[in-house]
């Protein structure tokens, strides 16, 4: 059981950045999968989720800007991000999970190793 993120990188404020996760060796029809972040010398926050049922939920601080969507197909989850501020950079974790609360980590057992995401002013 394993999960990817990758897509991170450079981008100047204002830009567009859309983050990939793969699932390997298990399906993802009956996990919601969550987006994290961790800035440095930051706690780990929640940015977002996606349901099983492919309801989505995300943070304040990027509802309207992030976009989360699945293709349960290709075991791939994307995490859409626009309107890019400096404040967006951390290292972007995906994690699969089956609840009850989305937003905690604790939901969570299965984690992808991050990918990081600068944004420059």
């Known amino acids: 059981v394993q999960l990817q993120a990758f897509g991170g990188g450079l981008v100047q404020a204002g830009g567009s950045l859309r983050l990939s996760c793969a699932a390997c060796?298990?399906?993802?029809?009956?996990?919601?999968i969550g987006w994290f972040r961790q800035a440095p010398g930051k706690e780990r926050e929640w940015v977002g989720c996606?349901?099983?049922?492919?309801?989505?939920y995300a943070a304040d601080s990027v509802k309207g800007r992030f976009v989360i969507s699945r293709d349960n197909a290709k075991k791939m989850v994307y995490l859409q991000m626009n309107s890019l501020t400096p404040e967006d950079t951390a290292v972007y974790y995906c994690?699969?999970?089956?609840?009850?609360?989305?937003?905690?980590?604790?939901?969570?057992?299965?984690w992808g190793q991050g990918t990081e995401v600068t944004v420059s002013s």
């Open positions: 996606i349901s099983s049922s492919d309801s989505t």
């Open positions: 994690a699969a999970g089956q609840g009850p609360k989305y937003s905690s980590i604790r939901s969570y057992g299965f």
């Open positions: 060796g298990f399906s993802l029809d009956y996990y919601a």
